[in-house]
């Protein structure tokens, strides 16, 4: 980035705002991890949804800076400066502040911001990472920043690994930022391969007809379960290590079945691409999620596993079309028994990945 030039933030009345899509974890979860891809390299297939994180920015010459995550009630002021605290309530946001003012703005700036999501913290949709890329696509509409996707994802990758600390994969922020059904390989050195795969329309309406979001109403800690599947791999469990390799070679072979529309063999992916993930960490699964699954399969389901890290957030389901009202009836009235408390949804794909608008004011 040092050979960027200086921007200057633009000064006309505005608001800018912007949105990047979460995304499902089809297969490979896990492998995009750096401590796996440096060694062996990383296979995901993923998809993002029509949920999104949103961002608008509203400059001011007020001399602060003023956060405000809708989603969560939580909210920061502060004096307008170069570099600020990173606030344990909103530290994305405090940290994706820094980074842009270090690499490019080189000095102070003064708004008001507001974000919100349309899923929850914890949910498994890569909720956190995806806000991270919509802040930065708002700062690139605003200052003109010299990004592009790849640039964006990465950078994105470095402010919530590196600067912040928060442990992770890398998949949701190039999910976010590019949109679409992505192959996505992972190497040493950083070497990040975004493969767009080109579904034809009746294979991407089969799919959407037959999968249903179930929110568990777990919200659980990904760094927790990612820090005790990195712990694994340095250890050179043997065990962890061939679960994430059984989960690179699942996500080659559901590439291939959902590019031929091979259902039968996409649902078989799912499953097995579950059995392996759950051999990665023990905190992966819980009684509470077996029992879920087993009831979902009892009532129409054909596979299912749960999207992201693991532990709890959204259980995506596989099932034959015709069975998915049944089944969705069958979850809510599970639901309402009060054994478990979710939501049921039922997404569809989008195809594009982060945008940012300015609205100016008259």
């Known amino acids: 980035m040092s050979n960027i030039p200086k921007i200057e933030a633009t000064k006309f009345p505005m608001i800018i705002r912007s949105k990047a899509p979460l995304r499902l974890g089809l297969a490979g979860g896990g492998?995009?991890?750096?401590?796996?891809?440096?060694?062996?390299?990383?296979?995901?297939?993923?998809?993002?949804?029509?949920?999104?994180?949103?961002?608008?920015?509203?400059p001011n010459d007020?001399?602060?800076?003023?956060?405000?995550?809708?989603?969560?009630?939580?909210s920061e002021e502060y004096a307008a400066a170069e570099k600020l605290p990173v606030s344990p309530a909103l530290p994305l946001h405090s940290g994706i502040y820094n980074r842009i003012v270090s690499d490019f703005v080189k000095k102070p700036m003064s708004f008001k911001m507001t974000t919100y999501s349309d899923a929850p913290a914890g949910s498994g949709l890569g909720s956190s990472s995806t806000m991270v890329v919509a802040i930065i696509k708002a700062f690139e509409e605003w200052l003109n920043l010299p990004?592009?996707?790849?640039?964006?994802?990465?950078?994105?990758?470095?402010?919530?690994?590196?600067?912040?600390?928060?442990a992770g994969g890398k998949q949701d922020q190039y999910a976010a930022t590019f949109g679409g059904f992505n192959f996505m390989e992972f190497y040493e050195n950083e070497r990040v391969i975004v493969n767009p795969l080109r579904l034809k329309r009746w294979i991407r309406n089969e799919l959407e007809a037959?999968?249903?979001?179930?929110?568990?109403?777990?919200?659980?800690?990904?760094?927790?379960?990612?820090?005790?599947?990195?712990?694994?791999?340095q250890k050179g469990d043997s065990k962890n290590i061939e679960s994430m390799h059984e989960m690179k070679k699942q996500?080659?072979?559901?590439k291939e079945a959902l590019l031929k529309g091979d259902?039968?063999?996409?649902?078989?992916?799912?499953?097995?691409?579950w059995l392996a993930k759950k051999n990665a960490a023990s905190s992966i699964s819980n009684s509470f999620l077996e029992e879920l699954y087993q009831y979902a399969m009892d009532n129409g389901a054909d596979s299912a596993k749960i999207s992201g890290a693991g532990g709890g957030g959204f259980m995506m389901i596989y099932c034959n079309p015709c069975?998915?009202?049944?089944?969705?009836r069958a979850l809510k009235e599970k639901k309402d028994t009060g054994t478990i408390s979710g939501m049921v949804l039922t997404p569809s794909f989008t195809?594009?990945?982060?945008?940012?608008?300015?609205?100016?004011n008259n």
């Open 251 to 254: 996500a080659v072979f559901m």
């Open 210 to 233: 037959s999968l249903v979001l179930y929110y568990t109403g777990v919200s659980r800690e990904s760094a927790n379960i990612i820090n005790e599947q990195i712990k694994h791999t």
């Open 323 to 328: 069975k998915r009202i049944s089944l969705i």
């Open 62 to 74: 007020s001399g602060k800076i003023e956060f405000i995550a809708a989603d969560l009630n939580k």
């Open 31 to 58: 492998t995009d991890i750096a401590n796996y891809y440096n060694q062996y390299g990383g296979f995901v297939l993923n998809a993002t949804v029509d949920m999104y994180a949103y961002c608008t920015i509203e």
């Open 263 to 273: 259902f039968k063999g996409f649902s078989d992916c799912l499953l097995n691409g």
């Open 147 to 166: 990004l592009g996707e790849y640039d964006i994802a990465a950078l994105a990758y470095k402010i919530e690994r590196e600067d912040i600390g928060l």
């Open 351 to 360: 195809e594009t990945g982060t945008q940012a608008w300015t609205i100016y």
